[in-house]
């Protein structure tokens, strides 16, 4: 199958992506379907996946997006720990520690288009009255969702989740 940014179809998996292309950006797009594997299995058939915002409103007679929840970060967060998992289930891939990994994912967050809803996380740099980078209370709150998404999940539960997934819609997949 061939999955250009939401779509897939048949033919060899394969992901576009408008950044650099590398290894990276095919765990991050199947830790996507893992994780809809996990919260929404019907979501996880590679021919549905795609994202969408339930709320929208309407300027000048044109509709767009307007998300009233921060639930689409809240899903690429559990989608980092899902791909966290994965590249730590390759030895070759896991050429980065844990912080880094989660300091890069947190901040990554931030281009989602729901992020303005995301909590602040108290910080202590604000405490004590230093200045605070735009953002970074978000940011902070994000890690540390990440960090115990991370926790909340094994190897295991993802190489599991990973054969289910691709026995169901892979029939000649073979694993992780
Ligand atoms: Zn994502």
Redesign the pocket.
Known sequence: MVVRNEKVSDGPVGFLTRYQPDIMVFY?ELA?LLEFQRSDPVRADPYQYRFECKTQIEVNGEEYDQPATCQATQR?IR?FAIEYHLLKSHPLLCTFERDTYVDIAAFLCRLMPDFFNVPALPSTEKEKGLRVPYNQPQIDWCAKEINLAIDALSEDDVISLYRTWSDKHLSDASPV
Request: glycine letters at 0%; proline letters at 0%; charged letters at 25%.
């Open positions: 991050h996507h690429e989608t």
